[in-house]
């Protein structure tokens, strides 16, 4: 298995997950379905189903026109959207196992960004698609939830094994880790990062995906029990408690408004 990256909208990001063998594929998060059926079609593959890592037209606003040309298409997202997402057949929640072939993907549920809001691991593919909760440098804003909502969500991430592979909803990489070197500037792996993310996009190559393992040394989301990181934020705001909850919810209050 392999995942191709099909770009949406202005910076959005769809994925095919590819069984070559089958000849078959299944997307997450399609916002332009002509971008998806054409990337799977260019490959010769039949789409399988539809993954939708939440409700956000720029994740889903593809579904119909999907259900429309692929008759039977199967699409998952999670049931604590509560409706939202279009088109869904197999509403999904945390500790569900979606088996399509030779793809196997476990559901976790990390709400925060959106309530029903989950991400999908594929162990044998060494890949978690993250949707809005976690991105590459940094983490979605909370709309339907609170921060120790969010942090819950993004240590449940953390957890994966370092090497997985984690494939974002949008291309922020650069403005992230700019941000987050607003917050730990002698962080050695994240300056080290955001000289790569800056090549990269300068040579018009993506920055996904990335590893868990560089999330952890490099996110200040996953972060907030660095000591530079609490120092820096304590600088700005001396009554910060010590409490990761507290860290957390202050980084992203600053990010909101970087
Ligand atoms: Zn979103």
Redesign the pocket.
């Known amino acids: 298995m392999s995942v191709v990256i099909v770009p949406q909208l202005s910076d959005n990001f769809a994925y095919l997950v590819v069984d070559q063998a089958a000849r078959r594929c299944v997307a997450v998060d399609c916002a332009e379905a002509d971008k998806v059926l054409g990337a799977a079609a260019e490959r010769g593959l039949k789409l399988a189903a539809a993954l939708c890592t ?1 409700w ?1 037209g ?2 889903v606003g593809g579904n119909q026109a999907l259900a429309q040309a692929v008759p039977g298409i199967e699409i998952y997202g999670g049931h604590a959207e509560n409706g939202r997402i279009p088109a869904l057949t197999h509403p999904v929640g945390d500790g569900d196992t979606i088996r399509l072939d030779s793809l196997e993907a476990r559901v976790i549920a990390v709400p925060g ?2 309530r029903g809001h989950v991400a999908y691991y594929l162990a044998a593919l060494g890949a978690v698609f993250t ?2 909760t976690l991105f590459a440098g940094g983490c ?1 804003r909370l709309f339907e939830g609170d921060a120790a909502t969010m942090l819950a969500s993004l240590k449940r991430l953390a957890a994966l094994p370092e090497a997985t592979r984690v494939f974002c ?1 949008h291309e922020y990489t650069v403005n992230n880790l700019k941000f987050a070197l607003t917050l730990e500037p002698d962080n050695a792996a994240l300056n080290a990062r955001y000289a790569r993310a800056v090549t990269a996009r300068a040579e018009g190559r993506w920055t996904v995906p990335s590893t868990i393992a560089e999330e952890k040394a490099t996110n200040p989301f996953l972060r907030a029990d660095s000591a530079e990181l609490r120092a820096a934020l304590k600088a700005r705001a001396p009554a910060l408690g010590e409490d990761p909850v507290s860290v957390f919810a202050l980084a992203r209050a600053l990010k909101d408004r970087f």
Do not use: Y
Request: proline share 0%; no cysteine.
């Open positions: 939440h956000h720029d994740h960004h959106t949707g809005d979605g909803g």
